[in-house]
């Protein structure tokens, strides 16, 4: 059975649902209390300041993520399904992190904290995909190194939250087929 989250992981989660519906500048701490389900006490007594709990949000996404990633690796040995279950975990974590409408509220510091993100993702798609990697045509022929791989599945998945694609399943289509995995073609968007 799954350990309960902690407080302060609660705090943290409800933050980021506060930041993603509402930016970061209409951020209050007794927004997050009221999400969390916590009193305002509470909040102040694991984040004193909104400074200290966006610095403190951001280690946590790049810990969510991989823990999540980790958690799905030990859950897929064979290569190439470790390597599919990445790319639409990739998709759900930005989804559910970033998602376009904190691009539409506050497209700043939705740019920013993929910056802030990236290399420390990069890091963990690396290290924990590891020979799953070695799946992507470009890795295998030597192209690519698999940290040069993960990166382009990155950068890859964030361009649709700054030019989104009409199919929603787009993304992870063409994250497929880069990594050489079958899967359903992607016609170009018609303009």
């Not at 509470?42 to 996404?61: C, D, G, M, S, V």
């Not at 995909?129 to 950068?155: I, K, W």
């Not at 199919?167 to 995995?181: K, S, V």
Request: cysteine-free; overall charge neutral.
């Amino acid at each position: 059975m799954p350990e309960a989250p902690s407080t302060a992981d609660v705090i943290l989660a409800a933050a980021r649902r506060v930041i993603r519906n509402r930016g970061p500048d209409r951020l209050t701490l007794t927004a997050v209390a009221a999400e969390a389900g916590v009193s305002r006490p509470t909040i102040y007594r694991w984040y004193p300041t909104k400074t200290l709990l966006l610095a403190t949000l951001a280690a946590y996404e790049v810990d969510q993520f991989d823990r999540g990633l980790q958690a799905l690796a030990d859950a897929n040995r064979d290569p190439a399904r470790r390597l599919d279950a990445a790319l639409r975990y990739l998709v759900t974590f930005l989804d559910e992190s970033t998602g376009t409408n904190l691009f539409l509220v506050d497209p700043g510091f939705s740019l920013q904290s993929l910056a802030d993100s990236h290399d420390p993702h990069v890091d963990s798609l690396a290290r924990v995909l590891g020979d799953a990697l070695d799946e992507v045509p470009t890795v295998r022929s030597g192209a690519l190194t698999r940290e040069q791989a993960a990166d382009m599945f990155l950068r890859l998945a964030y361009s649709h939250y700054v030019v989104p694609h009409q199919d929603p399943e787009a993304l992870l289509a063409t994250m497929r087929a880069f990594a050489g995995l079958p899967g359903r073609r992607i016609r170009p968007s018609s303009r």
